[in-house]
């Protein structure tokens, strides 16, 4: 044939060869191409790690029982905003006090989501966690809305930081008297409180901020046949406000011991359980002298409580501290505690 045929067919092979490969090429053709995938795989995962998209800790897990609520603690609202600014400051200083657990509002009813303060409350976890410190979850709930007062509450009890850690225990702030009927504000607390235990398991430790306990025996109208029994059912611990501080009969030592311990032993008879485990929250520290605050901590010993702090971090001055450090130092509640 002539030249004006056009190529011989040979070059046609060629360029087809040349652009798909021929088959004693592609073996290491492929092999390049896994290469390179697996590269770009490991790549990716890498980035993902660096920059959160990996897959998250397993859940944080407390340990069960009321350890969480022995031994000293404090108390950090939503509106200490110094403590907010700066966590691991805060957590620091907590730390040198010896402060065992801090007790963290997560929120309340008011507000629209269930940790109001997502970043610090991470950064405090984490900070308190690496100094051997526990976190305790407080909510306030106000027994109206009981489905928004589970969320939330379960959605503290879920919070989890990047870090993997978690709060060691989560307590209801019961307070709120929205709900002004005493019966049907019982009623909706055993149900709000029921339903938060049915979510978290047998296993997962909570506290029960429950009114002062002195008053609710004083003023029958307060809040009249108040559940203690029930509540130790559901509640691995009982935490009373003991806001002795503003109490006539408790402005001294002796007056403050007389007052915490008789709290003390209305809920353990209320409860009819006389080892249920108590924390005790001595109140406003602004408003405890230090002769009081002996008292109490006296009471605390006698009462054999698992716990004690006084309400809040910020408004602690020296000589409190002083005080409950003595405390810490003389062995007081060192671990869960005696039974009664």
């Known amino acids: 044939m002539s030249d004006e045929a056009g190529p011989s067919p040979a070059p046609l092979r060629a360029d087809r060869s040349s652009r798909h490969g021929s088959s004693t090429d592609k073996p290491a053709i492929l092999a390049v191409v896994f290469v390179v995938l697996v590269a770009a795989l490991l790549g990716f995962g890498a980035f993902l790690l660096v920059t959160g998209g990996g897959d998250k800790p397993p859940p944080f897990v407390p340990e069960p029982g009321p350890g969480a609520y022995t031994g000293l603690g404090t108390w950090v609202d939503l509106f200490e905003e110094g403590v907010w600014a700066n966590p691991e400051a805060a957590v620091a200083k907590m730390a040198s006090r010896s402060v065992k657990t801090i007790y963290v509002e997560s929120s309340n009813y008011s507000r629209e989501a269930g940790v109001v303060f997502p970043e610090q409350t991470a950064r405090m976890i984490d900070a308190a966690h690496a100094a051997g410190m526990d976190v305790v979850a407080w909510y306030l709930p106000g027994l109206e809305n009981l489905d928004q007062d589970l969320q939330r509450s379960i959605e503290a009890i879920r919070f989890q930081t990047s870090a993997g850690e978690g709060f060691d225990g989560f307590a209801l702030d019961i307070e709120a008297m929205l709900v002004r009927d005493p019966g049907q504000r019982t009623d909706a607390l055993l149900k709000l409180s029921r339903k938060i235990r049915a979510e978290v398991g047998p296993a997962y430790p909570l506290g029960a901020i429950t009114p002062n306990p002195m008053r609710l025996a004083q003023e029958r109208n307060y809040w009249p046949d108040f559940p203690y029994s029930e509540l130790n059912t559901l509640y691995d611990v009982i935490m009373p406000m003991d806001y002795f501080g503003a109490v006539a009969e408790a402005s001294n030592k002796a007056g403050a011991f007389k007052y915490t311990l008789q709290g003390i032993r209305v809920i353990r008879s209320a409860s009819?359980?006389?080892?249920?485990?108590?924390?005790?929250?001595?109140?406003?520290?602004?408003?405890?002298?230090?002769?009081?605050?002996?008292?109490?901590?006296?009471?605390?010993?006698?009462?054999?409580?698992?716990?004690?702090?006084?309400?809040?971090?910020?408004?602690?001055?020296?000589?409190?501290?002083?005080?409950?450090?003595s405390a810490v130092d003389a062995g007081l509640t060192n671990g869960v505690g005696a039974t009664p």
Request: charged content about 15%; cysteine-free; aromatic content about 10%.
């Open 272 to 325: 009819a359980n006389p080892g249920v485990p108590i924390h005790v929250i001595g109140g406003l520290a602004e408003d405890i002298t230090g002769p009081e605050l002996e008292g109490f901590l006296k009471a605390v010993d006698k009462g054999q409580a698992i716990g004690y702090s006084v309400y809040n971090f910020t408004t602690t001055g020296d000589a409190d501290w002083a005080g409950l450090q």
